[in-house]
């Protein structure tokens, strides 16, 4: 039951910071994105690794862009940050 209130939190947390101005959206996001494979990890303990494969599916899809960003940064390339 605590991990499901604590997913529910950082669903509403992530739009919270879907709707703030781009600048302001970094600090936030990156705990946003540390936090979400402890969770998904939590999660396929408790519910199973079904649930965890599926829940590692909407994260990819949700932080694409900053995973592409990380990625091209450890590849040694120059990305471009948004405006």
Do not use: D
């Not at 529910?8 to 600090?27: E, H």
């Not at 939590?42 to 990819?60: D, E, K, P, R």
Request: a positive charge; proline letters at 7%.
């Amino acid at each position: 039951m605590t991990l499901m209130l604590i997913c529910i939190l950082w669903v509403f947390a992530s739009a919270g910071v879907a709707m703030l101005p781009m600048r302001q959206q970094y600090i936030p996001g990156i705990a946003l994105l540390i936090a979400a494979p402890v969770l998904i990890f939590f999660i396929g303990q408790q519910v199973g690794w079904v649930m965890a494969l599926l829940a590692i599916a909407a994260f990819v899809s949700m932080f694409r862009n900053p995973l592409k960003f990380i990625v091209a940064k450890l590849r040694g390339q120059n990305p471009q940050v948004p405006q």
